[in-house]
């Protein structure tokens, strides 16, 4: 059965700090991982690795995938109150489907 | 601009009741999902559909049911079989093979 896992469910801190959320996965037939970031409604995109060891950076937020040890981590540094959000991972499976199994999300809240 | 739309965004149903969810996406895509999220958590996914005239159940697809009679509409009815449906319903929509999901801006279920 595919599983993901992200850790910690749930994190407080305060505006300037880093974070680092962490996600573990067991699927079949693996292509792909997203990282989204949901605010109230829609996830939108953050991040889509292929490639283990690659770090793709976009401004704060920066991520790296080992698929040797079936792990992702999501780094955001010099956070701010506007990063608040419930974080999304998803691998994504190579079958014609192209379904992606979601983690159960990482609550984030920065505080002023 | 191409886009998938949910409507509505809000919906209020009585106990015993079935209701039914649109989506339709203008961005040609095979794949269509629908998923469930509860307050603080992941999402889970209840249909998806590859192609026209054909769907596949997901991890909880007990109480609804869907259609796919146009490539364009993915349409979800939650019926009175649903036991606890309050939830906030998100659509999506791929081209498959792992690329990731464009999603609609959802659609809050309450039961009244």
């Known amino acids: 059965e595919d599983k993901v896992v992200q850790s910690p469910l749930s994190l407080v801190v305060h505006e300037g700090d880093t974070v680092t959320l962490n996600c573990s996965y067991e699927v079949t037939n693996f292509r792909s991982l997203l990282w989204y970031k949901q605010e109230k409604k829609a996830p939108t995109f953050l991040f889509m690795l292929t490639s283990s060891g690659i770090e793709k950076k976009s401004g704060r937020l920066s991520s790296i995938l080992d698929k040797k040890e079936l792990f992702s981590i999501l780094n955001i540094t010099a956070t701010q109150t506007g990063d608040s959000a419930i974080y999304l991972c998803a691998p994504a499976l190579s079958s014609n489907t192209g379904k992606l199994i979601f983690g159960q999300g990482t609550t984030l809240q920065v505080k002023p | 601009d191409g886009g998938i739309t949910q409507s509505p965004k809000y919906l209020f149903r009585k106990e015993g009741q079935n209701v039914t969810l649109s989506c339709e996406q203008n961005l040609n895509h095979d794949a269509m999902y629908w998923y469930r999220q509860d307050p603080g958590q992941g999402l889970r996914l209840i249909y998806y559909?590859?192609?026209?005239?054909?769907?596949q159940k997901g991890d909880i697809a007990e109480g609804y049911s869907v259609s796919r009679e146009k490539k364009e509409s993915f349409p979800l009815t939650v019926t009175s079989a649903q036991k606890n449906p309050t939830a906030f319903y998100l659509c999506?929509?791929?081209?498959?093979?792992?690329?990731?999901?464009?999603f609609g801006s959802g659609t809050r279920l309450t039961v009244v």
């Open positions: 999506a929509s791929s081209v498959g093979q792992g690329r990731g999901y464009t």
């Open positions: 559909s590859q192609i026209v005239n054909d769907f």
